[in-house]
Every structure is written in structure tokens, then in C-alpha cells.
T-cell receptor, first 115, second 111 residues
Framework: GAVVSQHPSWVICKSGTSVKIECRSLDFQATTMFWYRQFPKQSLMLMAT?????????EQGVEKDKFLINHASLTLSTLTVTSAHPEDSSFYIC???????????FGAGTRLSVL | TQLLEQSPQFLSIQEGENLTVYCNSS?????LQWYRQEPGEGPVLLVT?????EVKKLKRLTFQFGDARKDSSLHITAAQPGDTGLYLC???????????FGKGTSLLVTP
């Protein structure tokens, strides 16, 4: 099946710094990528949808200036958590869908811990 | 965001027992997926159902899609400790759009 690589898998940072998370589709072109957030023992919450070459669409309640999403190529999307605070600590997961593919493929997730 | 109800949220059973997890919505799905997630990892796709009334089997797991495409169930026969994990249903209301996830069912199977 299709592979989506997410990096890093775990990041610890100081409060106030910015963190970038990468999501790559390794063997297909991802026309759409999705970013989710997951708290312990809870389900995935969609943060934003990004289409290659256009601005991301954010879900209600998600601060677009805090969570910057860039989908500059058909194989790479990045999520930057700007000026991270402890409440931003969470598990962030990306998924990707290729043109003509009717399912999403998920990355392994990134655990962000903000001290 | 459409509401997708998943139940039960927590389930603790002994090895060998059967169980069923339910996923319901008031709206029609264009497709529905079931995922299993281990701690610290991303969800892994188990099955996709798209046709009303569809039944799919994956070893001891049976997935059913309701005739009206508003509900689905996952039945596990003779559960094993290796089945322990978080099971998520996710519905796609419009083809090509983002998935809406249920709250998940945390399953613990003890020997």
C-alpha cells in the first residue's frame, strides 16, 4: 500500500519556540493532505486540509497563524507550530490522498512535548 | 463537522469473547473506514466499505455497512490479546473530503 512518512516522530521543545513537522508521500502524489491532532485516549480531530499549491482550509477553532501549513509540492506538506506553548503538546498526525485514490494514508504521527 | 457516534468508548473483555463496536450517523456516508491504532502510532486502515449492506471479513473481524449507509459495525469473534488497541470508524460524507472520526473504542483483551 501507499506509504506516508512523517518526521520527526517525537520532538521536545521549549515554550516560545517554533516546531516544523513534515509529511511526505513516498510512492504517490498527494493532491490533498490532512492534519489531525489527537489527545491521549481520544480520537483524531481534523485541524486543516491542504491542497497542493493553494492555501490550507482550517477547521473552526484552529488558529491559522499558530498552525502554519504549507503544501508546496505533491509529495510534501509541513505543519509549523509557531510560538509553541505547553497546551500545544499533543500527537499530530498527517494523512494524504492521491488523485483517484479513495482512501487516506496516514503517517505514524509526531508527538510534540512543549516544556 | 458532521456528528459520528461510536460506541462503546471502552471495552474490557477476556480472551475468547466476542464483541461488537457500532458507528452511527444521521447523515449518509459516501464511504466509511475502520482503523486500528496502537499507542504512539498512526491509524492503520482495516477496511473501507462503500456499498449499502456490504459485509467484509478480515480473519476474525467482520465489518458491516448499513443498507442506508448511515451506520456500520465491527464484530470481532473470539477476541485475542493481540486485538487490544483503539478502533476508530471514520466516515466520508462527500467523496474526496476529509474524514470525520468517531470518538474511538478502546479495547482491552485480557488472557
Amino acid at each position: 500500500g501507499a506509504v506516508v512518512s512523517q518526521h520527526p516522530s517525537w520532538v521536545i521543545c521549549k515554550s516560545g519556540t517554533s516546531v516544523k513537522i513534515e509529511c511526505r508521500s513516498l510512492d504517490f502524489q498527494a493532491t490533498t493532505m490532512f492534519w489531525y491532532r489527537q489527545f491521549p485516549k481520544q480520537s483524531l480531530m481534523l485541524m486543516a486540509t491542504s491542497n497542493e499549491g493553494s492555501k490550507a482550509t482550517y477547521e473552526q477553532g484552529v488558529e491559522k497563524d499558530k498552525f502554519l501549513i504549507n503544501h508546496a509540492s505533491l509529495t510534501l506538506s509541513t505543519l509549523t507550530v509557531t510560538s509553541a506553548h505547553p497546551e500545544d503538546s499533543s500527537f499530530y498526525i498527517c494523512s494524504a490522498r492521491g488523485q483517484g485514490l479513495n482512501i487516506q494514508y496516514f503517517g505514524a504521527g509526531t508527538r510534540l512535548s512543549v516544556l | 463537522t458532521q456528528l459520528l457516534e461510536q460506541s462503546p468508548q471502552f471495552l474490557s473483555i477476556q480472551e475468547g469473547e466476542n464483541l461488537t463496536v457500532y458507528c452511527n450517523s444521521s447523515s449518509v456516508f459516501s464511504s466509511l473506514q475502520w482503523y486500528r491504532q496502537e499507542p504512539g502510532e498512526g491509524p492503520v486502515l482495516l477496511v473501507t466499505v462503500v456499498t449499502g449492506g456490504e459485509v467484509k471479513k478480515l480473519k476474525r473481524l467482520t465489518f458491516q455497512f448499513g443498507d442506508a449507509r448511515k451506520d456500520s459495525s465491527l464484530h470481532i469473534t473470539a477476541a485475542q490479546p493481540g486485538d487490544t488497541g483503539l478502533y476508530l470508524c471514520a466516515g466520508e460524507y462527500y467523496s474526496g473530503y476529509a474524514l470525520n472520526f468517531g470518538k474511538g473504542t478502546s479495547l482491552l483483551v485480557t488472557p
